[in-house]
Nanobody
């Protein structure tokens, strides 16, 4: 059974940091490009970051550039999202997703497998 499991979400104050993890079971992540998406209440799901299959290419939403870093550890079959300088507007459920392609995509519709999400809340 193919499965993605996110972890690491929490309640943090503004300016704080979190590291989200996306672990795969039933398949190897190094065959996929991996994206992080988020969805806040009443808003559409938006792309946050993506790392391509090789790990050599990454991209970020303008709203998180310079604050978030995506990385992958194929030996651990895990992708990470390091989030620094968190803001209240970063509050959302964060999802990781796998795409059977060498290339990333900013569209959630082009991803094949999804995790269940992890809640990130930034509040004082």
């Amino acid at each position: 059974q193919l499965q993605l499991v996110e972890s690491g979400g929490d309640l943090v104050p503004p300016g704080g940091s979190l590291r989200l993890s996306c672990a795969a079971s039933g398949f190897t992540l190094d065959s996929y490009s991996i994206g992080w998406f988020r969805q806040a209440p009443g808003k559409e799901r938006e792309g946050v970051s993506c790392i391509n299959k090789s790990g050599r290419s990454t991209n970020y939403a303008d709203s998180v550039k310079g604050r978030f870093t995506i990385s992958r550890d194929n030996a651990k079959n895990t992708v990470y999202l390091q989030m620094n300088s968190l803001k209240p507007e970063d509050t959302a459920v964060y999802y990781c997703a796998a795409r059977r392609s060498y290339y990333c995509s900013s569209s959630y519709k082009e991803f094949d497998y999804w995790g269940q999400g992890t809640q990130v809340t930034v509040s004082s």
